[in-house]
């Protein structure tokens, strides 16, 4: 019976089968394994081969499965020769190379099943891993912090391209030969070779977290390909920039996001716990209260012209006739400088709007009021276009990543950009500008050679105890936390600013034109005259 449920059967994809044989052993308590297997990718074609997707999703033109005894028990039968079961279980590619169909199965064993030594053996996902990585090491290291060693051992257990993983973890391995003290998180789903979400950021971006923790901003790009969606966490550096701190691809529909990437973070930057006030929201984030749990000073706040556009939209869907006083309402309802003004624009909204907008209101929107109007914004917020911010953020990534980028692509485009974002802030000829208003001209010369040298220069950024390391490929030069002092002969000899000092501040955020680079060196002033 059980052999014409097999018979024939079809699977469109590899993954698909190795599901339902899962299930299917369970229930049986028998144990197969792969005995012998043709690479759909080695296959040669003498008509059209199939699709690149049908390749990988069918991995195999053709698969012998056969039982865990066919070469025989370990105890000889009295003639002297081992009996090997015969239980087999053939899939092979259709005439159409677009599935694989079971087109031989023989079940009957010459042994019993053993319930307990299925138990011990058996490994679901067992089938997934033998095309990837063993199902118990992806188990293990899920959802834990993986660093250079991990990533190079499970690139040596990788056998191919399956679900990109072994893309994933390349571009991992190269992240941590430049940055190896970059924090990377993997999730892979329970039982199965196949990546659930990646969190991610670099040394700088761990910097940039410790200087400026006072507001983070928490932003998701949807659809970032077919299966994956993209979050970020913002801070706002010296400059007044959006500046990223973390990453995190995740599959779509992955659940408490929020949750996940803030407990991350503060795993990663543990002192910036205490020292967050305020996470600005897209409205549609919810799980709220993650946030005063994993940052309990931080207050959080939704971005303001979400909420405007989200409230107009509803209105219209509830009933609102085209009436031009909406908009300017809601306007003056998010932007009210006091409560007095919040209560006459909800009083004069309760006049115009329909009841059912009315009340959709009063039940989700004025309960969070203080997270949304201006007069209860967090203080320092107030001067932060947290709208403007995102959408400055969402341009970036669409003019950084590739179209419909791989996992792997869409991580190499986001460290791609976090070290050409530094170029693309630096004004030289208004930075000398202001120099050369507080400057003799001689050092104010030297100054601006040293911007254009930050500017073109690479190097290798790396956080210390005492302050920064930069490294050229040949020297290495040392910084103090305040950036104000460099270890390179440029510094020694002039007492100026150098281009590590500007390179250094550029990547994390730090104003550039500061005149406490020129305390060691007063005569460089033109007050000095």
């Not at 919040?342 to 929107?365: G, N, T």
């Not at 073109?456 to 490294?471: I, K």
């Not at 600013?497 to 680079?517: E, K, M, N, Q």
């Amino acid at each position: 019976m059980e052999e014409e449920e097999l018979q024939e059967k079809e699977f469109f994809s590899w993954e698909e089968f190795s599901v339902f044989f899962d299930a299917w052993c369970e229930r049986r308590k028998a144990l197969f394994f792969v005995k012998s297997s043709m690479p759909l990718s080695k296959c040669k074609w003498a008509t059209a081969p199939p699709r690149p997707d049908v390749v990988e999703a069918l991995k195999y033109s053709s698969v012998r499965l056969a039982c865990k005894d066919f070469r025989g028990s370990s105890k000889p039968d009295q003639g002297g020769q081992q009996k090997g079961c015969s239980a087999s279980i053939v899939l092979k590619l259709s005439p159409n190379k677009d599935r694989l169909i079971v087109i031989e199965c023989q079940l009957v064993h010459n042994h019993a099943l053993c319930p307990i030594e299925f138990a011990y053996y058996f490994k679901k996902g067992h089938l997934l891993a033998n095309s990837c990585l063993p199902v118990r090491t992806t188990n293990r290291i899920s959802k834990k912090f993986v660093g250079p060693p991990d990533v190079r051992r499970l690139l040596s257990y990788c056998k191919s391209r399956d679900h990109g993983v072994l893309d994933v973890l390349t571009v991992l391995d190269g992240l941590f030969a430049s940055d190896p003290g970059a924090k990377v998180k993997l999730v892979f789903m329970e039982d199965k070779v196949i990546i659930q979400t990646i969190f991610f950021l670099s040394s700088c971006m761990m910097a940039l977290s410790r200087l400026f923790p006072l507001m983070l901003f928490f932003d998701r790009m949807v659809g970032l390909n077919e299966e994956f969606d993209l979050y970020s966490v913002l801070c706002v550096d010296g400059a007044g920039c959006g500046r990223e701190v973390a990453y995190c691809l995740t599959r779509q529909e992955t659940p408490d996001v929020l949750r996940f990437m803030l407990a991350s973070l503060v795993q990663s930057v543990p002192e910036v716990k205490l020292q967050v006030r305020c996470v600005t929201l897209g409205v549609e984030i919810a799980h709220l209260e993650a946030v005063k749990e994993l940052l309990p000073n931080a207050r959080v706040q939704i971005c303001r012209s979400q909420v405007l556009e989200m409230l107009f939209s509803k209105a219209q869907e509830l009933g609102a006739t085209e009436d031009k006083r909406i908009w300017p309402l809601l306007c003056r309802l998010a932007a009210a400088k006091s409560p007095a003004a919040y209560q006459e624009a909800v009083q004069e909204m309760k006049a115009i709007l329909p009841q059912r907008f009315v009340r959709y209101f009063l039940r989700h929107w004025q309960p969070r009021s203080e997270m949304w109007v201006q007069f209860w914004a967090f203080e320092t917020a107030r001067n932060v276009n947290a709208c403007e911010l995102l959408k400055q953020h969402q341009s970036r990534l669409l003019a950084a990543l590739s179209p419909s980028p791989t996992v792997a692509q869409c991580m190499m485009d986001l460290l791609a950009m976090q070290e050409g974002s530094e170029a693309q802030e630096l004004d030289e000829r208004e930075l000398a500008t202001h120099y050369r208003a507080i400057c003799k001209p001689e050092p104010a010369g030297l100054i601006e050679e040293e911007l254009g040298f930050a500017r073109h220069s690479l190097y290798h950024f790396q956080e210390t105890a005492e302050g920064y390391l930069l490294r050229d490929g040949v020297s290495e030069f040392t910084m103090d936390r305040a950036l104000t002092r460099c270890s390179c002969s440029i510094y020694t000899s002039s007492l100026l600013p150098c281009r590590h000092l500007f390179a250094t501040r550029l990547r994390i955020g730090v104003a550039l034109f500061d005149p406490g680079l020129l305390h060691r060196n007063q005569a460089a002033l033109l007050s000095a005259c």
